[in-house]
């Protein structure tokens, strides 16, 4: 099963039931997408070797983005919608400790450390606002929001505990966010409004593990959990911010993980899955919503998927 990880999904072990199903790494009808991608990749969960990698669909072009910084571990990368900007979470070299790094995309000046005046904080799971000022992450467990140049503008205060991989939704009023994994607990999916701070549940199903939300409209947002209490393969689903109950998507197989998705459009996705056929534990793919069909991110360019774990995908126009 997956374990919860602050840092996108972890690469576990899973005994998988039922025949296997192949990967569509055959078909040649994948979707033409026109955007770039970040994503990182590692070698196991606690290797500490995690990198982030740039691709560009449209000049089929890959580049490793983190050679060279003295960052180790850097992953789950979030970009602004305005301008080309990404935040990302990653360790100091020679640091066993979680910063939030701010990095001007193709520039040759190294990222800037936004959290290192706090000292040894746990600071993860950084998302940008829509506009590209704001930055919501995690330090200590708690939610905080800070501004590009690392001030904190506002501490959140939460019931649950460990509020992890917050994300703004809905024009930057609310944010949906995991919480409540304690003392034997499954963690779930709410709503932070941030206006009035009121929080309510989106999805929270008893004994059934949910995270790693992120908006796709102002209406909806993808989110991974497992099947069920007794089949803790992860799933994506699509939930809904007025309450409406969780669509399972039709790419998912009962017998295989499928998580940190991100939107594309509005009819594609691109996460990551352990099913037959890939490179490695986990690569990519991109998901039809409507057909369920699925095409290997190798479609594109035969260097992105690997024999290691590569999550955290984050799709964006140029």
Not at 261 to 287: C, E, H, M, Q, W
């Amino acid at each position: 099963m997956l374990l919860l990880c602050s840092i996108g999904a972890c690469s576990c072990s899973k005994t998988t039931a039922g025949l296997p199903v192949s990967a569509d790494t055959t078909r040649n009808d994948q979707p033409a997408l026109s955007g770039r991608l970040i994503f990182h990749s590692y070698s196991c969960y606690n290797c500490n070797d995690a990198k982030l990698y740039l691709y560009d669909f449209s000049g089929n072009t890959l580049q490793l983005l983190s050679s060279g910084w003295s960052i180790s571990n850097a992953m789950n990368a979030h970009v602004a919608a305005t301008h080309p900007t990404m935040v990302f979470m990653g360790k100091p070299a020679g640091v066993d400790n979680w910063d939030v790094f701010l990095w001007h995309i193709g520039s040759v000046v190294a990222p800037k450390n936004l959290t290192a005046a706090f000292g040894n904080t746990r600071d993860e799971d950084p998302k940008f606002s829509s506009d590209g000022s704001r930055i919501v992450f995690k330090q200590n467990g708690i939610m905080k929001e800070m501004d590009t140049l690392g001030n904190i503008l506002h501490t959140f205060t939460v019931p649950q505990s460990e509020a992890s991989m917050p994300y703004y939704a809905k024009g930057d009023s609310i944010i949906i966010y995991s919480g409540n994994e304690v003392s034997g607990n499954t963690a779930d999916i709410y709503q932070l409004s941030i206006a009035t701070n009121t929080i309510r549940p989106l999805s929270s199903l008893p004994a059934v593990e949910e995270y790693y939300p992120i908006a796709r409209d102002d209406s909806s947002f993808f989110f991974t959990r497992w099947y069920s209490a007794g089949n803790q393969n992860d799933q994506v689903y699509l939930g809904f911010l007025n309450g409406r109950i969780s669509e399972r998507l039709p790419f998912n197989e009962t017998d295989q993980n499928y998580s940190d998705a991100f939107p594309a459009n509005s009819r594609y996705v691109i996460l990551s899955s352990t099913r037959p056929g890939g490179k490695g534990s986990y690569d990519l793919y991109v998901a039809d919503m409507i057909t369920g069909k699925r095409w290997s991110l190798s479609l594109y360019n035969a260097g992105i998927n690997t024999g290691g774990n590569e999550l955290g995908a984050c799709y964006f126009q140029p």
